[in-house]
């Protein structure tokens, strides 16, 4: 499966943004999807994941409450709202599949920009 995420872009604190992934290939609605994010200097992390069906989410705790991952499965499409953003929240986002809700990721998207002025 391929991925294309795209949204990223400048953004005050206090604001928000969202992103969106788009998936072409394989059968999208056969895989858990994930965000991740990395900041300069700093590995990458674990942001967001959405269960096959839509109907489980779980988050990092650093954005727990602020952000909400979806999908549409009609669309082939995740996404990832990002509200009361933070400077702390300045990264390269990454979306990603993975076979199982809580297994590896099995293909990786390029990433997408995201910078918070203080």
């Known amino acids: 499966v391929q991925l294309q995420a795209s949204g990223g872009g400048l953004a005050q604190a206090g604001g928000s943004l969202r992103l969106s992934c788009a998936a072409s290939?394989?059968?999208?609605?056969?895989?858990?999807m994930n965000w991740f994010r990395q900041a300069p200097g700093k590995e990458r992390e674990f942001v967001a994941a959405i269960s096959r069906s839509g109907d489980s989410t779980r988050y990092s705790d650093s954005v727990e409450g602020r952000f909400t991952i979806s999908r549409d499965n009609v669309k082939n499409t995740v996404y990832l709202q990002m509200n009361s953003l933070k400077p702390e929240d300045t990264a390269v986002y990454y979306c990603?599949?993975?076979?199982?809700?809580?297994?590896?990721?099995?293909?990786w998207g390029e990433g997408t920009q995201v910078t918070v002025s203080s």
């Open positions: 290939g394989r059968s999208f609605s056969g895989y858990a």
């Open positions: 990603a599949a993975s076979n199982f809700y809580y297994g590896d990721v099995a293909y």
